[in-house]
């Protein structure tokens, strides 16, 4: 469209030499600054390469999925020098559109994402084209966290201390509460915080529509909160962001990035893994097979693992992996020829529309 209007917009007069000198230096500064958006040492460097030429070793754990968690998981258990890391991710770095919130939705429905669609239940978007919500997971560095609403919000007290009343202890929310604290950066008047995940206001266009809003739920008698916190989740805020100077901030940036400098943890990038190998009694992960697709070598490749698979490939993709794997409903698997390891039923998964 921009050479389309270019070509009948022709100057009528001609330039001595410096206004096209001037342009062309404009052009080059817009182009390279465009550029800096989203810069490659954001983000890890991918060891496809070696790992087609040298072949790979045993690693002590695998993480799939460079997402919200996996990048996480994989920083920290670097940590112990002793252990090798590798970590498989489905896709690449983000695009450039990832880095501006206002963009982030123009990434739906391309490669970098998954378009998943649910069933029809009868309840939940019944407006929408055959009554299926539209579920997109991403496939990208960063996961999902990188093409999300960038809105850090922390579960409600009742979610956690469900799972501790099932009988799983350490999962209750004031068990989990440090840990939401160490993850992020220290926000504000918050100076406990101490982790790399940066978290900062939106910057309000109107505030004076924020004040109505307030003004109004005040006058109803709800209660408006500074921000969301332990105990306050009924009532009115602001929400806070994963950005830092007007850029998204994902997980795989605060943690993996700084991590991947060690020697003993390495990212393998566009690596979808299709199926993890177990022993003889279907007990224990050996190894783990991917597809591997680096500069249009297209190769299937097995890493072995000492200790463990952590499978971080997001709330589809994990449980599509265990299945391909043997690992799932047999009424389900059987149908598709996929030999049952293990019967091990799994529905009703629940998602919070926005």
């Not at 790399?196 to 109107?206: A, G, H, K, L, S």
């Not at 962001?241 to 700084?258: E, I, N, Q, W």
């Not at 190894?287 to 200790?307: G, M, W």
């Not at 299945?323 to 919070?352: A, Y």
Request: aromatic share 10%; hydrophobic share 35%; proline share 5%.
């Amino acid at each position: 469209m921009a050479t389309a209007l270019a070509s009948q917009h022709q100057c009528t007069s001609q330039s001595v030499g410096v206004m096209n000198t001037m342009v062309s230096m404009l052009t080059e500064y817009l182009l390279a600054a465009q550029c800096n958006i989203s810069r490659a040492e954001d983000y890890p460097s991918d060891y496809a390469g070696e790992a087609l030429r040298h072949g790979l070793d045993t690693y002590d754990f695998v993480v799939v999925g460079a997402g919200s968690a996996g990048s996480v998981v994989a920083s920290r258990l670097s940590e112990n020098r002793k252990w090798k890391i590798l970590v498989l991710e489905a896709g690449d770095n983000p695009p450039q559109e990832s880095e501006v919130p206002a963009m982030s939705m123009a990434i739906l429905h391309s490669r970098y994402v998954y378009d998943y669609y649910t069933e029809p239940n009868g309840r939940s978007c019944r407006a929408f084209k055959n009554a299926q919500c539209y579920w997109p997971r991403a496939k990208m560095m960063g996961g999902s966290g990188a093409v999300n609403a960038l809105m850090y919000l922390r579960g409600n007290r009742r979610d956690y201390d469900v799972w501790l009343e099932m009988g799983n202890p350490g999962w209750g929310y004031d068990d989990v509460w440090p840990y939401f604290e160490k993850s992020v950066s220290p926000t504000q008047n918050n100076s406990s915080s101490q982790g790399y995940i940066e978290v900062n206001e939106f910057q309000r266009v109107n505030k004076e529509a924020f004040e109505m809003v307030y003004t109004a739920a005040k006058e109803v008698g709800q209660p408006v909160f500074e921000n969301f916190g332990k105990d306050n989740y009924r009532g009115y805020s602001s929400v806070l962001g994963t950005v830092k100077d007007g850029r998204r901030t994902p997980t795989a940036k605060g943690y993996l990035t700084p991590a991947s400098k060690q020697p003993n943890l390495q990212v393998i990038k566009n690596a979808q893994v299709v199926k993890l190998n177990f022993d003889g009694r279907g007990q224990r992960v050996k190894s783990l097979t991917f597809l591997l697709n680096h500069k249009l070598q297209k190769r299937r490749l097995t890493v072995k693992i000492r200790k463990e698979a952590i499978l971080s490939a997001g709330s589809i993709d994990t449980p599509k992996l265990l299945m391909l794997s043997g690992l799932g409903p047999q009424e389900v698997l059987q149908p598709l020829h996929i030999p049952v390891l293990h019967d091990l039923p799994g529905n009703v998964i629940m998602d919070l529309g926005l």
